[in-house]
């Protein structure tokens, strides 16, 4: 197989950086991606891209804490490039406060971002309501800029683009010799996987350019994440919404939940309401399968399902993908030189 | 009782406010104006960054620490005050690198989380191998001094565009005290030769993706002589020029390639940002803050003078506790003159 055409369904996150990893690791591939949704319109882009881990009830934590130690490492060179500014990537600083103790003193990541380590008193006294709090400094990819720029890098390597609606795999068979399933959401229907659940979040971006620090609840629920040009707020877990429309009285509960971290984004302006569905599951989906259908076969690998945590191990689970997208390449060529004897 | 602050900088516009707050309810007869030349967004303080933090040595003045610690702890109360935003305050973390192991400074515990940096974060700074990160505070010049404007300006406080160009001027007009808050000009006022000009230029930029502030240092090129980068809630300021005994206001081509060079290197994607402008100023630079009381006489012309000058590259971090130093200074004239100690009751 002299030039294996791939196709990566979903440009979100993990389909333009799954993408972009195959045509580094497999560079006679020709890429395409394909999806009814690109930046500034993907799940992607209401989420504020900060690294900190979600943990998948059924991933094995070594694992999880590979796809984030590769992730990590991959944005902190970036961040340390010329390029920074342009690929969305830049360091911030901040805390996580607990009402209560944290079931875990050390979360996995501890040893992966910079500087972990207990808040000190002086810096509790900052929020009242809160007895205990971590202290760190990681990472946040910005979107739309991120995106973008992982769209230029892939157009640099030949890879074409088109918005186009799959409904079904078997549908890009013929045109296509592997297919990677990157449909976040979307697979839910795309595959059938009644595994994969949505998680609406929404989220306020507000002019705020003097927060500076991050602040975050360590039940996940509120948060106060400084971009480039935005802060975003959040945030809310409704378990099984579909609705993509703002509600009214989460945006104000969201914000006063921000404001009671933060009382001068009372001063916010300019505020935007943002609805995603986190594409959730009790583990990621990144695995190899080959649909078969009247004696024709399918090779797929699946990089899905990655929920609230996407930004976060993305560049790890992009190169698993692209190591089973090899895989797949191998057992083609292998039972082509078979159908040969 | 009248009482005019010479200079309309951080340090005299706080002091006013401060003596305003502490003795307009127990000095009926108060009267407080300001005099100067330059007003925000022309003054020194306006070209500052903002970034509290002191020198790394205090040279031996306890005092300036003990100034300092009470303006962090100040400004750090203020922070969740609905003014916090109209008076440019914030709270910022960042870096401070060296190329060998330094002393702790003397205002680790004063700041929020001061440690030492990891192997990991040295590797953002090539170079560099040791440093110390922190929380401190910003406040703005450029808000922080048209909000202290505002606040005196509803408490009666008078301003007026003027030159003064003697202490014996503003006696002479009935004038009982006068704050000397004129900075890098005290010495027009009265000769002191140990108050010289810290020359510094800046280059503020468009670079909202930089959260943290980043001070270098070269121990042996001295204090703010390496290149540092300072976010501000809407540029950032490039600086690295510490000149002492120049004069010149005027920027510099050499200087300014210097800052653009060094701060390139130190942060690669800086050579993406948007120059904006670019500032030159002379930091009012003293061996120490020169902070007492002087009585002055000439004639039949008296008068009491509190100088508050000197504060070098820390006006902003130190200038609350200055002022309530100031503030002292004018409570023990007024009791001099028994302004204070005078009880309620009927005047003979």
Known sequence: ?341 | MRVAIIGAGVIGLSSALCIHEQFHGLVPSLELEVYADHFTPHTTSDGAAGLWQPYLSDRGNLQETLWNKETFDYLLGQLHSPAAKEMGLFLISGYNLFTEPVQDPSWKNIVLGFRNLTPKELELFPGYSYGWFNTALMLEGRSYLPWLTNRLTQRGVKFFHKKVESFQELFSQGVDVVLNCSGMRAGHLQPDPELQPGRGQIIKVLAPWVKHFIITHDLKSGIYNSPYVIPGSEFTVLGGIYQHGNWSEENSAKDHKSIWDSCCRLLPALQKAKIVEEWSGLRPARPSVRLERESIRLGNLQGEVIHNYGHGGFGITIHWGCAMAAARLFGSILQEKKQLATPPGPRL
């Open chain 1, 1 to 341: 197989m002299a030039s294996p055409k791939v196709a990566v369904v979903g440009a979100g996150v993990i389909g333009l950086s799954t993408a972009l990893c195959i045509t580094e690791t497999c560079p006679s591939c020709s890429v395409t991606v394909l999806s009814d949704q690109f930046s500034p319109n993907t799940t992607s882009d209401v989420a504020a891209g900060m690294l900190i881990p979600h943990t998948y009830p059924d991933t094995p934590i070594h694992r999880q804490k590979q796809w984030f130690k590769e992730t990590f490492t991959y944005l902190f060179a970036i961040s340390n490039s010329a390029e920074a500014s342009e690929a969305g990537i830049h360091l911030v600083s901040g805390w996580q406060v607990f009402k209560s103790p944290p079931k875990e003193e050390l979360p996995f990541w501890s040893d992966i971002v910079l500087g972990f380590r207990p808040m000190s008193e002086a810096e509790l006294q900052k929020f009242p309501q809160h007895r205990f709090g971590q202290a760190f400094t990681t990472l946040k990819c910005d979107c739309p800029p991120y995106l973008l720029w992982l769209e230029k890098r892939l157009k640099a390597t030949g890879t074409q683009m088109y918005t186009r609606k799959v409904a079904d795999l078997w549908e890009l068979h013929g045109e296509y010799d592997i297919i990677v399933n990157c449909a976040g959401m979307g697979a839910q229907q795309l595959v059938g996987d009644k595994q994969l659940f949505p998680v609406r979040g929404q989220v306020l971006k507000v002019h705020a350019p003097w927060v500076k620090l991050f602040i975050r609840d360590g039940d996940g629920l509120t948060y106060i994440y400084p971009g480039i040009h935005r802060v975003t707020l959040g945030g809310i877990r409704e378990k099984g919404s579909w609705s993509l429309s703002p509600d009214a009285g989460t945006t104000r509960d969201i914000f006063d939940r921000c404001c009671s971290l933060e009382p001068s984004l009372q001063g916010a302006q300019d505020i935007e309401v943002k609805v995603g569905l986190r594409p959730s599951r009790q583990c990621v989906r990144v695995q190899r399968e080959v649909l078969s259908r009247g004696g024709v076969k399918l090779p797929v690998v699946h990089n899905y399902g990655h929920g609230a945590g996407g930004f976060s191990v993305h560049r790890g689970t992009a190169n698993e993908a692209a190591h089973l997208v090899g895989e797949c390449i191998s057992a083609l060529q292998g039972s082509s030189s078979r159908a040969k004897l």
